[in-house]
């Protein structure tokens, strides 16, 4: 199975983008799917979460409000609306699988991972 993020590009302050991620195989019920971001020299960071079976969505405190996953389960494509972009919420954004459907924030708990996809805000 493979991740495929797309979506990302270059947006003005204040606007929004929708990611997705396409998962070339079926997402088992108990996985949980996450999208994590790196921005350039820092860390890479947990976004949102959420538990396939059972719809249990969490968030980072900084992009609550702002961010929301959704899904399409028929083409096992996990989505990210992002609005009220900052110049702080550019980075690469990731997504990643945690086959043992454990909450976590650390990447280190994910074994399968896209390939990202860029988002620059500009002020």
């Known amino acids: 199975v493979q991740l495929q993020a797309s979506g990302g590009g270059l947006v003005q302050a204040g606007g929004s983008l929708r990611l997705s991620c396409t998962a070339s195989?079926?997402?088992?019920?108990?996985?949980?799917m996450a999208w994590f971001r790196q921005g350039p020299g820092k860390e890479r960071e947990f976004v949102a979460s959420?538990?396939?079976?059972?719809?249990?969505?969490y968030y980072a405190d900084s992009v609550k409000g702002r961010f929301a996953i959704s899904t399409d389960n028929a083409k096992n494509t996990l989505y990210l609306q992002m609005s009220s972009l900052q110049p702080e919420d550019t980075a690469v954004y990731l997504c990643a699988r945690n086959s043992l459907g454990t909450r976590s924030y650390v990447p280190a708990d994910y074994d399968l991972w896209g390939q990202g996809t860029q988002v620059t805000v500009s002020s």
């Open positions: 959420f538990r396939w079976n059972g719809e249990i969505t």
């Open positions: 195989g079926p997402i088992a019920s108990n996985y949980v």
